[in-house]
């Protein structure tokens, strides 16, 4: 399979592609509709965070992040418009000894509620476990956040436990579940 191929990842509702440079204007307008609701979970981001020129350079770096096996970000695209409708990641990709990596997603708030999150997260497992070999998915959410767990749930993942104010959003330091799923947990091929 052609690395191309393996990034271009389809489901049933959504597709998952990484994100190029063309995506910033439409990655930028997303961050920018959904800042309201996404920065109770996320830290701080500065004005220039919501700018298309940084977004293009953060997509830059994330394309070269790609080609070193560090990271892999997608945008979730709907399949009947090819509406951009949400981000998911893989970050801090570990092999040798750990085979291990972060998973994180956003979806736009106009569409949640139909499953498009569980979908993207399944592809990205699929893509993880099957694509490049990872054993081990981690996913850390805030208790607050009852939507995300859900999905998390869904997916297969457990709660394995709590990291005690391990992210600093809004100035506070915030706990969050640690959620994780193994890859012989759920599937292969």
């Given at each position: 399979m052609n690395r191309e191929k393996e990034m271009l990842l389809q489901g049933t509702n959504i597709y998952l592609r990484a994100l190029e440079e063309a995506d910033a204007a439409a990655y930028t307008d997303l961050l920018v509709r959904n800042r309201h609701v996404?920065?109770?979970?996320?830290?701080?981001k500065d004005e220039d965070f919501y700018q298309v020129e940084h977004q293009r350079e953060l997509i830059l770096e994330s394309q070269e992040d790609?080609?070193?096996g560090?990271?892999?970000h997608f945008g979730i695209f709907l399949n009947n418009t090819d509406l951009l409708a949400g981000d998911i990641s893989l970050y801090s990709v570990k092999t040798s000894f750990f085979q291990s990596a972060q998973a994180g997603y956003a979806l736009d708030t106009d569409q949640t509620?139909?499953?498009l999150a569980s979908e993207a997260l399944f592809l990205l497992m699929k893509f993880a476990f099957n694509i490049i070999n990872l054993r081990r998915l981690e996913a850390g959410v805030s208790p607050d956040n009852p939507a995300s767990i859900r999905v998390?749930?869904?997916a297969g993942f457990r709660r394995e436990g709590l990291m005690r104010e391990n992210l600093l959003?809004?100035?506070?330091w915030k706990s969050h579940f640690l959620y994780a799923v193994l890859s012989k947990?759920?599937?292969r091929g």
């Open positions: 996404w920065k109770q979970f996320e830290p701080a790609t080609k070193n560090k990271s892999y509620g139909k499953g998390l749930e869904k959003i809004n100035g506070e947990d759920i599937f």
